[in-house]
């Protein structure tokens, strides 16, 4: 019998279908795409919307010694690098206080993009990102990477300096992965995502399933 390719593919919200902004079913999603295409692989979603890179890492940890992935692919970085107007341990506090919570979270919405601008807060540092990019790579063989969305320019008007940042960011997995391991977003377009500028709709679903299918395909020849 012919050894089943398990592949392991670890996301954020990107790889999970969604009612908001738009409706995008599960079936449209690239996993059930490339469950259907390669109905022979086990392929196995680990994912956890809003999650940073050091969440996604500790949320995979089940895996980390009870399986050996053939094939392992990661998307994250949007909720890594994007400014944000508090630090996570900010909001928690702010969350659990009580009466004035309300108050102070309507405050923030209403300052968020001086807030923003001016805190320079990203919840996942460079160095950080930098240092589980790493440990992934060292924990799992043959892991790619899908690269984050390039942000239009109605994206950067909504949070300044997201384009800087995103840049950044796909310019530390591209150093810390081989070409060949690194899946890049660039010729995405508005047509490809969502009205939250981060999402990627069913055509950006069904395009990304089409260039991991390369890479699927030409692992599988280089296992069996």
């Given at each position: 019998?012919?050894?089943?390719?398990?592949?392991?593919?670890?996301?954020?919200?990107?790889?999970?279908?969604?009612?908001?902004?738009?409706?995008?079913?599960?079936?449209?999603?690239?996993?059930?795409?490339?469950?259907?295409?390669?109905?022979?692989?086990?392929?196995?979603?680990?994912?956890?919307?809003?999650?940073?890179?050091?969440?996604?890492?500790?949320?995979?940890?089940?895996?980390?010694?009870?399986?050996?992935?053939?094939?392992?692919?990661?998307?994250?970085?949007?909720?890594?690098?994007?400014?944000?107007?508090?630090?996570?341990?900010?909001?928690?506090?702010?969350?659990?206080?009580?009466?004035?919570?309300?108050?102070?979270?309507?405050?923030?919405?209403?300052?968020?993009?001086?807030?923003?601008?001016?805190?320079?807060?990203?919840?996942?540092?460079?160095?950080?990102y930098q240092e589980y990019i790493r440990k992934f790579n060292a924990l799992f063989q043959n892991t790619y990477w899908i690269g984050i969305?390039?942000?239009?320019?109605?994206?950067?008007?909504?949070?300044?300096?997201?384009?800087?940042?995103?840049?950044?960011?796909?310019?530390?997995?591209?150093?810390?992965?081989?070409?060949?391991?690194?899946?890049?977003?660039?010729?995405?377009?508005?047509?490809?995502?969502?009205?939250?500028?981060?999402?990627?709709?069913?055509?950006?679903?069904?395009?990304?399933?089409?260039?991991?299918?390369?890479?699927?395909?030409?692992?599988?020849?280089?296992?069996?």
């Amino acid at each position: 019998m012919a050894k089943k390719i398990k592949v392991l593919i670890i996301t954020d919200s990107l790889g999970f279908p969604r009612s908001t902004p738009e409706l995008l079913l599960y079936e449209e999603t690239y996993i059930a795409l490339l469950r259907n295409k390669f109905a022979d692989y086990d392929i196995i979603h680990q994912g956890r919307g809003g999650a940073t890179i050091r969440e996604l890492y500790n949320h995979s940890t089940y895996y980390h010694e009870t399986l050996n992935p053939d094939i392992v692919i990661i998307q994250s970085g949007i909720v890594d690098c994007a400014p944000r107007a508090l630090t996570l341990t900010e909001q928690h506090i702010i969350s659990r206080l009580p009466f004035v919570s309300k108050i102070l979270i309507s405050l923030v919405k209403k300052n968020s993009n001086f807030l923003r601008r001016y805190r320079k807060i990203k919840y996942t540092p460079v160095e950080i990102y930098q240092e589980y990019i790493r440990k992934f790579n060292a924990l799992f063989q043959n892991t790619y990477w899908i690269g984050i969305l390039p942000a239009s320019d109605d994206y950067e008007k909504q949070l300044h300096n997201i384009k800087k940042s995103i840049f950044t960011y796909n310019d530390i997995l591209k150093k810390e992965n081989t070409n060949d391991k690194y899946v890049s977003l660039v010729n995405y377009t508005d047509f490809d995502i969502m009205s939250d500028f981060h999402h990627l709709n069913k055509s950006g679903h069904a395009k990304l399933f089409k260039d991991i299918s390369v890479f699927l395909s030409n692992g599988a020849k280089d296992i069996s």
